[in-house]
């Protein structure tokens, strides 16, 4: 009797290996997403909490477009270092995929629109909320777990200061993590492979 089950056995795996998956055709595919991802930074103690949201478009299986936007909601700490810190980024992933699990990495240029929580650093004895150049590099994985659903982890580095008007500048330089479950779709029908 154990020699049957452990044939049994030995034969479902050598099955399961044998019937090896095909790539998963990317390219036409858009992903939108949404989680929270915490923000830690790396000139302060301070970890800001976000709302992002991304879209994700493959230009081909080893090249997409994506957005990403950062809507600042807080920190975690008692007195915020940042009133207001959302950001907005555009660029090129670069993949890599093995079957379903797909490996990138991203270079993003952007915008901050920012307001540290500080008193009297300029003239005017406020600090103004405004606008100022970012950029982020981002590594990450998505694998899809079936047709029209994925899990995705994302983490990336985001470089950018606050331009005081006395030439203080302030460092938004962050890391940033997001993770969750999307929804991805094909937005043309791919042509089957002959």
């Known amino acids: 009797m154990r020699i049957v089950l452990f044939s049994s056995f030995c034969a479902f795996c050598l099955n399961m290996f044998s019937q090896q998956e095909a790539?998963?055709?990317?390219?036409?595919?858009?992903?939108?997403?949404g989680t929270i991802s915490p923000g830690f930074m790396t000139s302060q103690q301070a970890t800001n909490i976000y709302l992002h949201g991304g879209l994700e478009y493959y230009l081909e299986n080893k090249v997409s477009f994506k957005g990403d936007v950062f809507w600042h909601v807080g920190?975690?700490?008692?007195?915020?270092?940042?009133?207001v810190n959302h950001s907005l980024y555009y660029g090129l992933n670069f993949h890599n995929q093995w079957n379903r699990l797909d490996?990138?990495?991203?270079?993003?240029?952007?915008?901050?629109?920012?307001?540290?929580?500080?008193?009297?650093?300029?003239?005017?004895?406020?600090i103004n909320a405004k606008l100022n150049p970012s950029a982020s590099v981002s590594v990450g994985m998505t694998y899809f777990v079936a047709r029209n659903f994925n899990f995705f982890l994302n983490g990336r580095y985001v470089y950018g200061n606050y331009y005081a008007a006395n030439d203080r500048n302030i460092s938004l330089n962050e890391f940033r993590i997001s993770a969750g479950l999307s929804f991805n779709f094909r937005l043309f029908k791919r042509k089957e492979i002959q």
């Open 23 to 33: 790539k998963f055709q990317t390219k036409g595919i858009i992903i939108p997403s």
């Open 75 to 83: 920190s975690q700490e008692k007195t915020d270092f940042m009133k």
């Open 103 to 126: 490996l990138y990495f991203g270079i993003q240029p952007g915008l901050f629109y920012s307001q540290p929580n500080m008193m009297k650093i300029d003239s005017s004895g406020l």
